[in-house]
């Protein structure tokens, strides 16, 4: 027992570094199900059609790269690339599964971006009226958690897309199939909140004990942004975490 579980752990960090080549559909899908993106996320059973190639800051997205928030690492979209039909359409969102936190997701999915109606690969051509991007603001205390990018291909030029006002609650699987979209591509990355002895949520009562998500307003979302940086973050490369899980994640 105690080899099989080392070798997973070997294998999912191996994965982390095997892609500067380009990863296989299959193994993107490998590594989005080892951290449980699919079946959070996406589908059981999906499998991308496009390689979603993104970074922030110069550093290429490999299905669960950790950004720095605090450090302004994620304030801005990051670069956009992936393999497309010029004449297509498309929808790219950002979500939030881990709200407020990966151990006590209540108000997920927040939805942090969600652009439709993006005309081929130029995502400055798509419509982000209804959700523009919201930078990742962890809650410290909260833990490690995921922000999963998502990018799905619609049917054709859609000017009926809507979506509800408030971020929480979403589910981008169920948007895209309702909307007639097939989720082609995704990726993800990770962030780390900065240590606190409890997970506090701003306006919220919410702790690491459940509560009623109807208690909870998207103004905290609204005004995240703008929150202090909490000063015990680390703000140098040299204290970043292992990119490695636990391989308790993994079973
Ligand atoms: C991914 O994007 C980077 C720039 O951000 C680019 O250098 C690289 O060639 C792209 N890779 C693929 C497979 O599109
Ligand atoms: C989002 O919308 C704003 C304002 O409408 C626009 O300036 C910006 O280019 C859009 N960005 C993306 C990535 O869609
Ligand atoms: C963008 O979407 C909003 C609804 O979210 C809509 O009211 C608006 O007309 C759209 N703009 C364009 C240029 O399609
Ligand atoms: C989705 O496609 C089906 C079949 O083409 C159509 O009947 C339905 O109206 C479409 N729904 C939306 C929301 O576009
Ligand atoms: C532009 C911007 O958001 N800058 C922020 C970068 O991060 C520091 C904290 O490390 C903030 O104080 C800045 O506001």
Not at 33 to 53: H, M, R
Not at 87 to 92: D, I, K, P
Not at 126 to 140: Q, V
Request: aromatic share 12%; charged share 15%; glycine share 6%.
């Amino acid at each position: 027992m105690k080899f099989a579980s080392t070798s997973v752990l070997f294998t999912a960090c191996l994965s982390s570094y095997t892609f500067a080549q380009g990863p296989s559909f299959a193994s993107i899908a490998t590594s989005l199900a080892a951290n449980t993106v699919i079946p959070d996320v996406l589908p059981a059973g999906f499998v991308p059609e496009v390689v979603l190639n993104m970074s922030y800051v110069g550093r290429p997205m490999e299905y669960g790269t950790e950004y720095f928030p605090y450090i302004n690492e994620t304030d801005f979209l990051p670069v956009v690339s992936y393999a497309n039909d010029p004449e297509g359409w498309y929808t790219l969102a950002l979500v939030d599964p881990d709200a407020p936190s990966r151990a006590n997701p209540i108000r997920a999915q927040v939805r942090h971006y969600l652009s439709v109606n993006i005309k081929g690969g130029d995502i400055l051509t798509g419509n982000n009226t209804s959700t523009p991007y919201l930078a990742p603001r962890p809650f410290p205390g909260c833990g490690r958690k995921r922000f999963v990018w998502v990018l799905a291909k619609q049917r054709g030029f859609d000017e009926s897309l809507t979506v509800p006002l408030a971020r929480p609650n979403f589910n981008i699987a169920n948007y895209a199939s309702t909307n007639n979209m097939t989720i082609i591509g995704a990726n993800y990355f990770e962030v780390e909140a900065s240590p606190a002895d409890e997970c506090v949520i701003p306006g919220g009562a919410v702790s690491s004990s459940a509560a009623p998500a109807t208690t909870w307003s998207s103004a905290p979302y609204a005004s995240a942004s703008s929150s202090a940086a909490p000063t015990a973050y680390p703000t140098s490369t040299s204290t970043r975490k292992p990119k490695c899980k636990p391989a308790t994640i993994l079973v």
